[in-house]
């Protein structure tokens, strides 16, 4: 069964740092456009990075640039997303996913073919 489980959620203050995993089983990640997405109370799901399959194109919303950081390690078959400088407006469920035909783009597309059940990361003094 493809799965996708994400971890690394928590409560942290302002200015804190997260490191969120996204393992992949059941498949192998190698040739997979992973993405990560945010949704918080009452707003729509936003594209937060995307990485290519290759770890060669990586893309962020302007929201979180300079402050978060997407890597993958094929080893682990698993997605990174390292968040720092937290802020509380970066409250949300944060999801990862993972598709075989799509690009990895600025656009951040959602049209993934797998989504993790979420992780929800609390920022809050």
């Known amino acids: 069964q493809l799965q996708l489980v994400e971890s690394g959620g928590g409560l942290v203050q302002p200015g804190g740092s997260l490191r969120l995993s996204c393992a992949a089983s059941g498949f192998s990640l190698d040739y997979y456009t992973a993405g990560w997405f945010r949704q918080a109370p009452g707003k729509e799901r936003e594209g937060v990075s995307c990485?290519?399959?290759?770890?060669?194109?990586?893309a962020y919303a302007d929201s979180i640039k300079g402050r978060f950081t997407t890597s993958r390690d094929y080893a682990k078959n698993t997605v990174y997303l390292q968040m720092n400088s937290l802020k509380p407006e970066d409250t949300a469920v944060y999801y990862c996913?993972?598709?075989?035909?799509?690009?990895?783009?600025?656009?951040?597309?959602?049209?993934?073919?797998?989504w993790g059940q979420g992780t929800q990361v609390t920022v809050s003094s």
């Open positions: 990485i290519s399959a290759s770890g060669g194109i990586i």
């Open positions: 996913a993972a598709d075989m035909a799509l690009y990895c783009s600025g656009y951040l597309r959602q049209e993934y073919d797998y």
